[in-house]
């Protein structure tokens, strides 16, 4: 789409509709909405033509609040597109939300704009809402074309909870599905209906002066309101003919509106106006070249000037103009649009990037041939975003038999079932459509008939191997993930996309197969051409590969350096990147392995913030692993264990086995856990299982376990067995150039040394460690094989050739060691600070709240119900003087009332 129209489109939905200061100020009602409170819901119900967008208008402009404004329209009913547009309108107001990703469309977007505007104080001080005693405003306009049940299930859930610096605003035709009832009876609602949005005589006669170009008598005022009963579009309609003929109002019949604004409003203007207004009335909204394109004309700006100047029920909102509802029915009722005039409106929303409005004007013509075409430019988009309802509209669109039918659609109902993560489902539907595309092949015909070509089969047929490869890829069978995608690749195509969505797959075979750098040139290749076409899960793919491929090949600075570059790019794009958890999960692993456990555990706590807005475990498992990993460095073991556990038991709940692609992988840390607790047992339990599997194998994807098992040999004593292990890993990490895992091996083999007393050979397995270690940048990686490592260190500095980097890791060391506050000075520091102490259970459910647990998982750790923990919460709060869980934490760390 050119960013200019796109740019236009969205400040169309975002922008209120343009003001007009001399209309009739309604202070009574302004003063109504005024009286609301923080935390409550405004609801204007009324027909069409009484004036609730222009009076919340009015409002917003008198009063000054700042505001977020939605206009919906039907196809807002897909979540990924209505909450797209809220995050869009809240952002651009300066409300810090994360980035939106597909994941959490399903589920959590309520609660995350609950949590953001809860945590607006402490997170964001400076912002005018942390500020100011008026609660920041979210209008919905238009909700009456909301009917999905499982966003309004979504948006009931937002105000049940609305903080109270929020109150939400909704003007609607009909009373929308919103538990009213419950929410009168605890008055969480300020209503306007019909009775109370209707004109007063005294407004009615200030909305006639407005509107008349000459003066009328009294008399005549008062019969256009008692006819109109003080609707505003009705005092509309007469104006205009009182303004032609000036005839009494009583003579006019407004008990059908569309008949009257036929006869006395339509056939009253210039010819051009009325072909005009009959000709473009079937459009979304109107826009110069739009309407230019539609009409073949070129002066579509005046004509749009001119109606306006006429008050003729066009409103502008940001850069487009809106018919009002009741007169584009009259005009669309008289049916003079032509399948011409529905062909160039689809030229021109094709042609700027409006798919989804071309497929609209697709549909009246049955122009399913174009459907399906129109379909294949922005599907893939809309899934990789999200948006699968939409794609899935689009293909209920079609008529059945033709569903069934085509190769491509049924390849798009598996590409809609593999993005839900339904692996078989999605398999299944593959079958279908080769089994299709072999009837084509085979028929001329139908060929023919479905305008395909041979080329259009081949482009088919690739892309069926493309999804069997990812299918591959997620059940983990890697060896047929790189066969599939070899052969989609060696099949020729006029689309060249699908030669990079058929690497992605090979990247990951290539990886577990030990090529590394091949797999790191082929990742590099995607995401520059990914980054090039603009395309995000390429670009995801490609990190996800690459920079653990990275790690293992030693170039940590070179994976800062990729993850800025991503960073960048997707700033620049005009959509935001859902994938933010993915960047960060990347860039903590990477400070880990460079020392900085600060700044690894500040993205972590980001991290795990994502948790609760995500139903995946694709992407909860991995955020797990990486935290237990990073929390076990920083010496905070139960923490680390209640990850890893976590991570364990979504993987029981959702997947068969292992996934594949979690790094670290959840087994490795199992036993790295058992390790530092010397859960003898359990060691030996684990070697018992996997020894006999392991010791012989010499492939690169057993390597880690091999290095655990190594760790195993030497905490039970088996000296001789780890030496020689770890001997043969160092020769195979060297060969395949694994840096990380060859400076592992040399590590374990210097303890193994110095627990033997072989001095000689332990300074010589440090040596070159440090050599790997200080010239690749892994700080970390010595110091996690433990506290002996530094007394080792010690002895070994005079004979080694490193000597100041051996100072700052052990410098580093210490910097890691845990806290020895006593829990004695916490609480004298709180006495002296609070104007009530916290009991001990209290700053037990402070310690875990900083620790990023929720209310359930805290009412879990300490055995007691989540309303006994609530009752907590609130009385920390009371004596902490604060509001909320971020502002606490802060208040706690500043009176260092957390200990360790």
């Given at each position: 789409m050119d960013n200019a129209f796109r740019s236009m489109l969205i400040k169309t939905k975002i922008s209120p509709p343009a003001h007009f200061h001399d209309l009739v100020e309604r202070q009574r009602l302004i003063d109504r909405l005024n009286k609301a409170k923080g935390g409550q819901l405004i609801l204007l119900t009324a027909p069409t033509g009484y004036s609730k967008t222009t009076l919340v208008s009015q409002w917003l402009v008198t009063t000054q609040r700042t505001f977020a404004w939605l206009t919906l329209d039907h196809k807002d009913n897909d979540p990924g597109r209505f909450w797209r547009y809220v995050f869009s309108t809240l952002s651009n107001q300066g409300i810090a939300l994360p980035e939106l990703t597909p994941d959490l469309i399903t589920e959590h977007c309520p609660s995350t704009?609950?949590?953001?505007?809860?945590?607006?104080?402490?997170?964001?001080?400076?912002?005018?809402?942390?500020?100011?005693?008026?609660?920041?405003?979210?209008?919905?306009?238009?909700?009456?074309c909301l009917s999905n049940t499982v966003l309004l299930d979504q948006l009931n859930e937002l105000l049940d909870f609305l903080p109270t610096n929020l109150n939400v605003v909704i003007t609607s035709q009909i009373f929308p599905e919103l538990k009213l009832s419950r929410r009168r009876s605890k008055h969480q609602i300020i209503e306007l209906d019909q009775s109370a949005l209707a004109f007063t005589e005294e407004e009615s006669q200030a909305y006639l002066s407005h509107l008349l170009e000459h003066p009328i008598t009294p008399h005549t005022q008062k019969d256009v309101h008692r006819k109109t009963?003080?609707?505003?579009?009705?005092?509309?309609?007469?104006?205009?003919?009182?303004?032609?003929?000036?005839?009494?109002?009583?003579?006019l019949d407004l008990s059908t509106p569309i008949s009257f604004f036929d006869e006395e409003v339509l056939a009253t203007l210039p010819e051009e106006l009325q072909a005009f207004l009959l000709h473009t009335a079937f459009l979304p909204w109107l826009h110069p070249s739009l309407c230019n394109a539609v009409l073949g004309i070129t002066h579509s700006d005046q004509l749009i000037e001119q109606l306006t100047e006429k008050n003729l029920f066009l409103v502008k909102y940001g850069e487009t103009w809106r018919f009002h509802d009741l007169f584009k029915e009259a005009l669309n009722s008289h049916d003079q649009v032509t399948d011409a005039h529905r062909q160039r409106a689809i030229d021109w929303f094709e042609t700027n990037g409006f798919i989804s409005r071309a497929i609209d004007q697709c549909v009246p013509l049955k122009d399913w041939q174009r459907v399906t075409r129109l379909m294949n430019i922005e599907a893939r988009e809309k899934l990789t975003n999200g948006e699968q309802m939409t794609v899935d509209g689009w293909l209920r669109i079609l008529p059945s038999d033709m569903q069934q039918d085509r190769p491509r659609l049924i390849l798009l109902r598996a590409a809609i079932f593999l993005t839900n993560s339904h692996t078989e489902e999605a398999a299944e539907y593959l079958e279908k459509a080769k089994r299709q595309l072999e009837v084509y092949r085979n028929s001329p015909e139908k060929q023919a008939a479905a305008e395909l070509t041979e080329s259009d089969l081949e482009d088919t047929s690739k892309e069926i191997t493309i999804m069997e490869s990812f299918v591959a890829m997620f059940r983990g069978d890697f060896k047929s993930a790189h066969s599939l995608s070899e052969a989609a690749l060696a099949t020729p195509s006029a689309a060249g996309h699908l030669d990079?969505?058929?690497?992605?797959?090979?990247?990951?075979?290539?990886?577990?197969?030990?090529?590394?750098?091949?797999?790191?040139?082929?990742?590099?290749?995607?995401?520059?051409?990914?980054?090039?076409?603009?395309?995000?899960?390429?670009?995801?793919?490609?990190?996800s590969n690459l920079v653990p491929t990275y790690m293992l090949l030693g170039k940590l600075d070179k994976s800062i350096q990729l993850l800025d570059q991503v960073e960048h790019w997707h700033a620049q794009q005009s959509a935001p990147s859902p994938y933010a958890p993915w960047i960060d999960g990347m860039r903590a692993l990477i400070y880990r392995e460079q020392g900085k456990l600060p700044e690894a555990l500040t993205l972590i706590q980001t991290l795990l913030d994502y948790i609760p807005e995500t139903t995946d475990p694709f992407q909860i498992i991995p955020i797990y692993a990486i935290a237990a990993h990073v929390y076990r460095s920083n010496h905070r073991f139960e923490k680390g264990e209640h990850f890893l556990q976590q991570g364990l038991l979504v993987q029981q709940q959702h997947l068969p086995e292992e996934w594949p692609f979690s790094f670290p992988r959840l087994s490795s840390l199992i036993l790295v856990s058992a390790l530092i607790q010397q859960d003898t047992e359990k060691l030996m339990v684990w070697l018992e299982d996997n020894e006999s599997a392991l010791k012989d194998r010499t492939d690169f994807l057993s390597e880690s376990e091999r290095l655990l098992l190594a760790?195993?040999?030497?905490?039970?004593?088996?000296?001789?067995?780890?030496?020689?292990?770890?001997?043969?890993?160092?020769?195979?990490?060297?060969?395949?150039?694994?840096?990380?895992?060859?400076?592992?091996?040399?590590?374990?083999?210097?303890?193994?040394?110095?627990?033997?007393?072989?001095?000689?050979?332990?300074?010589?397995?440090?040596?070159?460690?440090?050599?790997?270690c200080e010239q690749h940048g892994f700080t970390q990686l010595l110091l996690d094989e433990g506290p002996h490592m530094t007394p080792i260190m010690k002895m070994a500095q005079p004979y080694c050739s490193h000597p100041e980097y051996i100072d700052e890791l052990i410098a580093l060391h210490a910097q890691q060691q845990p806290s020895s506050q006593v829990e004695g000075n916490a609480e004298f520091q709180q006495n002296q600070t609070l104007v009530e102490p916290l009991s001990k259970r209290e700053s037990q459910i402070l310690a875990l709240i900083a620790e990023g647990f929720k209310n359930q998982e805290i009412a879990d750790q300490l055995f007691v119900s989540i309303t006994t923990v609530k009752t907590h919460v609130h009385n920390i709060y009371g004596k902490m003087e604060v509001r909320n869980r971020t502002a606490a934490v802060a208040k706690a760390r500043e009176l260092n009332l957390l200990a360790g």
């Open positions: 704009i609950i949590n953001a505007f809860d945590d607006l104080t402490a997170s964001q001080p400076n912002h005018p809402i942390s500020t100011s005693e008026t609660p920041f405003t979210l209008i919905f306009d238009d909700f009456q009963e003080g609707w505003p579009a009705g005092i509309q309609l007469l104006s205009i003919v009182l303004d032609q003929d000036h005839q009494s109002p009583h003579l990079l969505y058929a690497q992605m797959p090979m990247c990951h075979a290539l990886i577990h197969q030990g090529k590394l750098v091949e797999a790191m040139h082929l990742s590099e290749a995607i995401i520059r051409q990914g980054m090039q076409d603009g395309l995000a899960f390429p670009v995801l793919i490609g990190i760790k195993l040999y030497l905490a039970v004593g088996r000296h001789e067995d780890c030496q020689q292990l770890c001997e043969a890993i160092k020769e195979q990490a060297g060969a395949g150039h694994r840096v990380q895992n060859k400076a592992k091996a040399l590590a374990t083999l210097t303890t193994c040394a110095a627990a033997q007393k072989d001095f000689v050979t332990c300074i010589q397995h440090l040596q070159a460690a440090l050599l790997l």
